[in-house]
């Protein structure tokens, strides 16, 4: 299994990125697909997550109204758009696969840097 995160950079505050999660060797329907975070010198939070039919999406207080999580299960990809991104969305994000019985996410990817320069 591989979760291959990308699309993140450097920006600078009030732009948009939008990350991508292309997952291989499990069947991507059957998965919930998170998003977290991992700012330097932080734990790891959650971000974002969403259902394999993409009815069920959460998010994360600090980002809600701002990131969109989305999922194209033709393409086994997930993504999330960040919108009006502030210097405190510096980090790296993974994405992270999990069958909806499961309590832990089981597969992660290798993250994607994102950086906000106020």
């Known amino acids: 299994v591989q979760l291959q995160a990308s699309g993140g950079g450097l920006v600078q505050a009030g732009d948009c990125l939008r990350l991508s999660c292309a997952a291989s060797g499990l069947t991507f329907s059957n998965y919930y697909i998170g998003w977290f975070r991992q700012a330097p010198g932080k734990e790891r939070e959650f971000v974002a997550s969403?259902?394999?039919?993409?009815?069920?999406?959460r998010y994360a207080d600090s980002v809600k109204g701002r990131f969109t999580i989305s999922r194209d299960n033709a393409e086994s990809t997930a993504y999330l758009q960040m919108n009006s991104l502030k210097p405190e969305d510096t980090a790296v994000y993974y994405c992270?696969?999990?069958?909806?019985?499961?309590?832990?996410?089981?597969?992660w990817g290798q993250g994607t840097e994102v950086t906000v320069s106020s």
């Open positions: 992270a696969a999990k069958l909806a019985i499961k309590r832990e996410y089981q597969y």
């Open positions: 969403i259902s394999q039919n993409s009815v069920g999406t």
